[in-house]
């Protein structure tokens, strides 16, 4: 399996480990990408991507490496710490420019049949609305089995968690990657994201722009042709 690491920061803390950690349980090929160190650009709201398509945004090439990666991987990973109460800014800047891959519009569709996991920590609390700006994406994305794995370290490092609180998350951790391995034949999407595909797929025969629904036709999503298959 392939997995790739999308870190909302750049330094090394929790969200890091945890991400990590779990990464390692998968096993497989893993490629790490860290926030704002390698993308750090704010969407300019141009709508260039939606209406002509995502080569015309500013910052496509910078993106690119980044596309690809999760294109090729199996597994996708969305980890980012607790900045009150919601992702960073960094990870949310980064999840903008990909609104055109939502299924309103062109979605990706490799992934329908991939596993995605939003990891979130902090201090406190905050992690679920941290989690569900992540997940948000991943399901307008396609994504065909998303799990979501929040927790409060009691610490603002790594090396300041417990041990006990360690081991609680080393047990949780190896049960969702069995989980992900078992699942590695079988990620095709649950009922809640085919529905919305339906809707898609009715809305795309006349298209909101001509991309849209240029798009949708070449795909044969409009007629009988189904990405998860």
């Known amino acids: 399996m392939k997995t790739v690491i999308i870190h909302g920061q750049s330094h ?38 939606f209406m002509e398509g995502e080569e015309k945004c500013p910052h496509y090439g910078k993106l690119q490496p980044l596309t690809r990666a999760m294109a090729e991987a199996d597994v996708i990973i969305l980890a980012s710490p607790v900045y009150v109460y919601h992702v960073t800014g960094a990870m949310k ?45 991943m399901f307008f994305w396609g994504i065909g089995k998303i799990y979501k794995y929040g927790v409060g370290v009691a610490a603002t490092s790594w090396k300041g968690v ?35 595909f339906y809707i898609m797929h009715f809305l795309q025969r006349k298209g909101f722009n001509e991309a849209d629904a240029m798009y949708w036709k070449e795909k044969g999503w409009t007629g009988k042709v189904r990405p998860w298959k």
């Open 93 to 137: 800047a980064f999840l903008d420019h990909y609104g055109y891959r939502w299924m309103v519009h062109r979605p990706e569709g490799s992934m329908f049949r991939k596993q995605g996991i939003c990891i979130s920590t902090a201090a406190g609390g905050g992690m679920k609305p941290t989690n569900k700006d992540m997940a948000d994406s």
């Open 12 to 49: 090394k803390g929790s969200t890091y480990h945890i991400a990590h950690w779990l990464a390692e349980k998968i096993g497989g090929d893993l490629t790490e990408f860290f926030l704002p160190r390698d993308f750090d650009e704010f969407c300019v709201g141009c709508t260039m991507c």
């Open 162 to 196: 417990s041990d006990k609180k360690k081991t609680s998350i080393d047990k949780e951790t190896t049960r969702l990657a069995k989980r992900i391995i078992r699942r590695k034949e079988n990620a095709t999407p649950r009922i809640k994201t085919k529905a919305m």
